[in-house]
Nanobody, 115 residues
Framework: QVQLVESGGGLVQSGGSLRLSCAAS????????MGWYRQAPENERELVAT???????LYADSVKGRFTISRDNAKNTVYLQMNNLKPEDTAVYYC?????????WGQGTQVTVSS
């Protein structure tokens, strides 16, 4: 059974930092991409950051320079360091893993940034 388990969400003041972690288990095959998406109330789910196995990254413009994604391929774990958080970063953050032809999602972790 495939599981993506996120941790590290919470409540933080504007300008603060949080670090999200996501560990994947039960996956058979190579994880090509791991990353993070987020969904705020009444909004569509949007990409935050992803990292391919080779290390190439993709960031949403809104988080560039503030968020950093990293991976431990040996542990099938992905991290998101979020600095200088803003109220507009408030959302449920979902971990994502692409193991072709399948896409896997975590259950989500809430990040709330107060002004």
């Amino acid at each position: 059974q495939v599981q993506l388990v996120e941790s590290g969400g919470g409540l933080v003041q504007s300008g603060g930092s949080l670090r999200l972690s996501c560990a994947a288990s039960g996956i058979i095959g190579r994880i090509y991409i791991m990353g993070w998406y987020r969904q705020a109330p009444e909004n569509e789910r949007e990409l935050v950051a992803t990292m391919a196995t080779g290390g190439s990254t993709l960031y949403a413009d809104s988080v560039k320079g503030r968020f950093t994604i990293s991976r431990d391929n040996a542990k099938n774990t992905v991290y998101l360091q979020m600095n200088n958080l803003k109220p507009e970063d408030t959302a449920v953050y979902y971990c994502y893993a692409k193991v072709p032809p399948m896409n896997y999602w975590g259950q989500g972790t809430q990040v709330t940034v107060s002004s």
